[in-house]
């Protein structure tokens, strides 16, 4: 469709106007959630010594290599270890040490038995045992130091977020700290003399205002922090006195990026469009929903985004261009969302010329054979819909339609 930039080509400027944010060094509490600047190197091996796998004996593996239920070892206990000593018994042959999951094992002992491989188990695990049968091999359920990682490996690389496995893994390489980049500061402007809060008594012509809540909820989805969220009517002053408030370098805590939604087309009160257009470029994206984008930067260099208003295309446009925005200022090593290939359960149209990103479900009643149906009919406006969308179908602008069981690509975003 002639006069319609790709979206490939508005994502690329978006980008390399993307600043990289600074640094800082945040303790392991604070670090949920944050995209590490410099990699992780461990502390101390992991594990930090030979350790128990299992609750048993530390022996000899030459002591018990011929143990089976008809020829029962006996072994006397000499030791118990309980997880936490710092103990190391000797052992002589014909020697145990009653062990726990772990416990460091002994220098002297090579083999962990199980409870269960002997005759009395825990209930009679003092004294003298019965060993019934052999440790699979030399070194059987011994955890062995550094088996994971020694003292100085790499154990994240910069450019991931801190997820809960992520920072379970810097506390057990021994770290307390971590740098991470700073969150990007955004605000969030919601445009629109028809908009209210949600709740409030409705006249004829008034919607409740949602495209804030939804925009500073994703915002926040992508590390950033949000630091003002409001609506403001289709008055020039109004938008001007508000940018101005959040972009002020003088203020505590100047946003990093302002997010509009509204005002952006091609209608007599785009307050967005007419109020900034010395400073963002307005353009046509190939692209369903989300056709209008505004893009620029002040001069302080805050990111100015312009989305259009109806809430699915709000939605999809900052999925599409502000969330790699986000990321790519916090320097995360993947920006994008990931996508699965599945089947269509249902046809659908679509637009001619244009890229479509059609809010889906997923149906899994077959784990072997998901399939992808549409979460709305596909207008821009139905926010309802909407809030059942787990994923977006993205088809290709020289698609001209999707038929049930066509194959289309899915963009995960829950």
């Known amino acids: 469709m002639s006069g319609l930039r790709t979206v490939e080509e508005h994502l690329a400027d978006v980008l390399a106007a993307a600043p990289a944010l600074p640094g800082e060094r945040v303790s392991l509490a604070e670090a949920h959630g944050r995209t590490l600047r410099e990699p992780v190197r461990a502390a101390v091996d992991i594990p930090v010594f030979d350790n128990s796998a299992m609750d048993g004996f530390a022996v000899r593996f030459a002591d018990v290599t011929d143990a089976a239920a008809d020829a029962p070892l006996t072994l006397q206990v000499v030791a118990d270890l309980p997880a936490g000593t710092a103990a190391d018994p000797n052992l002589a042959p014909g020697e145990a040490a009653r062990i726990m999951t772990g416990s460091p094992v002994p220098s002297d002992a090579d083999a962990i038995v199980p409870f269960e491989d002997t005759a009395g188990g825990l209930a009679d695990s003092l004294g003298s045992i019965s060993v019934l049968r052999a440790p699979r091999a030399l070194g059987a359920h011994i955890r062995r130091a550094g088996e994971d990682a020694r003292a100085g490996a790499e154990v994240l690389t910069a450019g991931v977020v801190l997820g809960p496995l992520q920072v379970a893994a810097v506390a057990a390489s021994g770290v307390a700290d971590v740098v991470v980049s700073r969150r990007p500061r955004v605000a969030v402007i919601s445009t629109g003399s028809e908009l209210v809060e949600p709740g409030a008594t409705l006249r004829r012509g008034q919607i409740p205002e949602s495209n804030s809540v939804l925009l500073a909820a994703l915002a926040a989805e992508a590390g950033a922090e949000v630091v003002r969220r409001t609506s403001v009517p289709d008055e020039p002053g109004d938008l ?148 059942r969308a787990e994923a977006y179908a993205v088809v290709p602008a020289e698609i001209d339609a999707v038929a049930a069981g066509d194959l289309v690509d899915v963009m995960l975003i829950t």
């Open 240 to 387: 001007d006195a508000v940018l101005a408030e959040v972009t002020d370098p003088r203020s505590a805590q100047p946003a990093d990026v302002v997010v509009f939604s509204g005002g952006v087309s091609a209608g007599a009160y785009e307050v967005v469009k007419t109020t900034l257009s010395r400073t963002m470029t307005f353009s046509k994206v190939a692209m369903q929903p989300g056709k209008p984008q505004g893009f620029g930067r002040l001069p302080s260099g805050a990111l100015l985004f312009g989305l259009p208003g109806n809430p699915v295309s709000a939605a999809v446009s900052f999925e599409v261009f502000v969330r790699p925005a986000l990321l790519r200022m916090q320097r995360r090593r993947v920006l994008d969302h990931p996508v699965l290939t599945l089947p269509a359960a249902t046809g659908w149209r679509t637009p001619p010329g244009r890229r479509q990103y059609l809010p889906v479900t997923i149906d899994r009643t077959d784990p072997r054979a998901w399939r992808v149906i549409p979460a709305t009919s596909g207008g821009s406006h139905l926010a309802g819909g909407l809030g």
